[in-house]
């Protein structure tokens, strides 16, 4: 197809295909005339992950171009890390990881020390016990189990067919199942506390 | 305290701090004389609060500010669905909710219909779907009692003894426990895909 009918498959306007073949994020159609490319479904397919990183993931141009870097063969696991610390929120390389680490730690989980996760979980820690909650032990055990079944199962789906098609389901399931699972906790937030008015009233 | 000691306190600039003042984000201290007023514990913990919810919650102060005005006393139900739709991430107000809730439908959850997280969760299915990662009733209910467990946890740790303490909890546990939920979401595939790859091996 040209290129007008990718913006059309796709819903990304003609001007925003340039921009991204400009900035290397699509790659380059086979040229057909001085002015024309003939592109395919992997554009297509590409398109829709750029458009989705955008949209749902909020990540940056350049944040994008990183992780579609990270999509060209090589080594899984160090394409999965690379993938995985590309991905918001930002977080300071320098947090002190000390508490979160000892705490996964009791969970018997094997983890990338000093990882962007674990900064991550640092940082929220280190605020929810700034404002009065800290995560607790058996707080901890109910996130931890929540947070387990669902990677299991996320895992279990994974494609292993090629690794830019492992990448790209730990990249948008990264990504975007996050709001699916926030959404569905509040979502449940309103069912129980629901019920619990219920209850009272 | 004075307003130095209130900065000290929360590791809040005295500037930040005044520009907070005339936001109405802080209730004013007791004035003890022309230049200076008296702060307290009280003025403490809305600091954290204010800071809480923009370094982790990363909200605007304009949102902030409409969470803040919540916490003032009225309908328990109301003020925690006016915070549960202040929060972040922003949704379009004219997203078809349709599949989404017929997809929750299937929970038998009661919902609020067309709320901001089912509006969230619209907007997420639609772009797994587009990336062609559709989110399956399978899936779903992983998500869903992953969610649920959560959720239940937590609204039974909700304080009951003012609306003012319910509600800040619901705001500091939604906002701060989220990015826990996240990242440990993230470190249980560093372990997942850990244990898959060492039986590979």
Chains 1, 2 share one sequence.
């Not at 921009?19 to 790659?27: A, D, I, Q, S, T």
């Not at 955008?54 to 696991?77: H, N, T, W, Y």
Request: glycine share 8%; charged share 20%; aromatic share 4%.
């Amino acid at each position: 197809m040209r290129i007008s009918g990718l913006a059309e498959r796709t819903g990304v306007p003609v001007a925003t295909v340039k921009y991204y073949l400009r900035e290397g994020l699509l790659n380059p159609g086979v040229q057909t005339s001085a002015t024309q490319a003939r592109y395919d479904e992997s554009h297509v397919a590409r398109l829709r992950l750029v458009k989705a990183l955008q949209d749902v993931g909020r990540l940056s141009i350049s944040a994008i171009k990183q992780v579609i870097d990270c999509l060209e063969p090589g080594d899984v696991f160090a394409g999965l890390g690379a993938v995985q610390h590309q991905l918001p929120p930002a977080v300071p390389e320098d947090v002190d990881t000390t508490e979160a680490d000892k705490l996964v730690g009791t969970l018997g989980w094997r983890v990338v020390p000093g990882s962007t996760a674990m900064r991550q979980l640092a940082v929220a820690m280190r605020a929810a016990e700034d404002v009065g909650l800290p995560l607790t032990p058996d707080g901890l055990a109910t996130y931890a189990d929540a947070a387990y079944r669902v990677a299991e199962r996320e895992i279990a789906g994974m494609p292993q067919d090629s690794l830019a098609s492992a990448i790209t389901y730990a990249v948008v399931g990264t990504v975007l199942y996050e709001p699916i699972l926030l959404a569905l906790r509040r979502l449940a937030h309103q069912d129980v506390s629901g019920r619990l008015l219920a209850e009272w009233a």
